[in-house]
């Protein structure tokens, strides 16, 4: 946002928490943000008109009312904008939610926080092996950032989580929101069961795909087992650049990766199938190339549409006397193309770089 005309709005209760932030705005040479210390409930008598996207990111599970804090950001949000969100999510936090009871139990006749936190630090210490929080303990780090993630995990008093089912139940069903998922690092990975399990693909599979994508994804969640939280894209009505679209751009982001240096390692693999190992998300997974998936990601820049980007390989000399048309490249490609913008490395815009 900082070559642009826009105005930020940063909104948060606590005067500690937006001391930080400031600073950190003053480093970078932020100067177009507005900060408000205030409830987020109150957001829409602020009179701060309305907001093209919002970011609220672990806020709503902690509120006595998560919908009412919704129902607030709702009233402020452009008719076409959207929000981004981060709520807990239920199955990867199972130990989480077990700490938090034992807690409960043993600290329920503690005189004030600090006997508490000195009584989780102790059980910290104890956990046997077969304790489910220490089981999944790689899932959660917050607690080893000394005593206020101690209290954030496992004594704070208001903490409510998801699975995806229920979050489609609040969102989609009572609010008639479109939900993207987007998982920090992953992209739309944990919600794809065949990207859970991969490289194995048992025949199972066949019958998930079959499935409606709110099906999938519940079922991708029980299966990994990973998610401690839900990170999400909400607006009304879906808003999806379509794969298939000439006009719309390819361009890679996250990882300093071009579409050449993809080609060529696509070009000099042995594997058949190729086998797609990508180290960031620990994913390996054999991908349908095609014909021509390594000619199109050889012209990909971020600037060439994918008619542009077609017209190039029609260029190609092994291509001239039969040039494929637009619908045998979009098919073609179509395998790589949705592994790769399942894991946010390849996404489509109209808006040229």
């Known amino acids: 946002m900082r070559a642009t005309d826009a ?27 507005r900060w408000l210390q205030v ?22 599970h902690h509120l006595a009312d998560p919908d009412a804090g919704l129902r607030a950001l709702l009233g402020v949000l452009a008719a076409d904008g959207a929000i981004g969100m981060m709520v807990y999510a ?66 704070h008093s208001q903490d409510r989580s998801y699975t995806v089912e229920e979050l489609y139940a609040w969102l989609h069903d009572a609010h008639r929101l479109h939900i993207e998922f987007s998982d920090v690092g992953r992209g739309r990975a944990p919600y794809l069961p065949e990207l859970v399990l991969a490289p194995r693909q048992p025949p199972f599979l066949d019958a998930v795909a079959r499935l409606p994508p709110r099906q999938q994804q519940a079922i991708a969640e029980l299966l990994g087992g990973t998610l401690v ?51 960031h998300t620990g994913i390996s997974t054999p991908l349908d190339v095609g014909r021509f998936g390594k000619f199109i990601l050889k012209y990909i820049d971020g600037r060439r549409s994918f008619a542009q980007v077609f017209a190039l390989v029609r260029g190609e000399e092994k291509f001239r006397r039969s040039p494929p048309d ?7 490609f179509a395998p790589l193309y949705r592994f790769l913008n399942a894991i946010e490395r390849l996404l489509l815009t109209r808006c040229r770089a």
């Open 39 to 60: 409830s987020l409930l109150d957001l829409p008598g602020l009179g701060l008109g309305e907001f093209d996207y919002i970011n609220c990111s672990g806020v709503l």
């Open 229 to 279: 939280t839900h990170s999400f894209y909400l607006c009304r009505g879906a808003r999806v650049a379509p794969y298939g679209d000439p006009e719309c751009i390819p361009f890679f982001c996250h990882e300093p990766v071009t579409g050449p240096e993809l080609s060529a390692i696509i070009h000099r693999s042995t594997d058949v199938p190729f086998v797609m190992r990508h180290s």
């Open 326 to 332: 637009d619908e045998t490249l979009f098919r073609d």
């Open 90 to 155: 239920t199955y990867g936090r199972t130990g989480v939610y077990q700490m938090q009871e034992l807690l409960r139990r043993i600290n329920g006749g503690c005189e004030g926080i600090g006997q508490c936190l000195d009584n989780a630090r102790q059980v910290l210490a104890t956990l046997p092996a077969t304790n489910w929080f220490a089981r999944g303990e790689q899932l959660i780090s917050d607690h080893r950032r000394g005593d206020a993630g101690i209290y954030d995990l496992l004594l």
């Open 7 to 33: 105005e930020i709005v940063h909104l948060d209760l606590s005067a500690a928490s937006i001391a930080i932030a400031r600073r950190r705005a003053e480093i970078r040479g932020l100067e177009n943000i």
